[in-house]
């Protein structure tokens, strides 16, 4: 499945056109509106914002914060660990 986004103006699926990286964790995809009477283009910016499950190959100085439910749930499991002990 293709990511995409609708038209800010008339609602129509838009289509990715290009796209490039501006940081590890940044995106900015440029999009086009199919729709002949509207025919707006736009940009939109792709970011990668919470971990969900933590990298098994972590890139040095990138700290992505863990999602609050999963970080309740490593805290939970910490403290059965810690009371287990
Ligand atoms: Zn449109």
């Not at 986004?5 to 289509?15: F, K, N």
């Not at 098994?56 to 403290?79: D, Y």
């Amino acid at each position: 499945m293709r990511f995409s986004i609708d038209c800010p103006h008339c609602d129509t699926r838009a289509i990715a056109r290009s796209s490039h990286k501006l940081s590890d964790t940044m995106r900015e995809i440029t999009f086009a509106c199919p729709n002949v009477e509207c025919g707006h283009t736009f940009v939109a910016n792709l970011e990668a914002v919470r971990t969900l499950s933590p990298s098994g190959m972590p890139k040095n100085g990138l700290n992505l914060p863990l999602s609050q439910h999963v970080a309740e749930r490593v805290m939970r499991q910490m403290q059965l660990q810690l009371s287990l002990a």
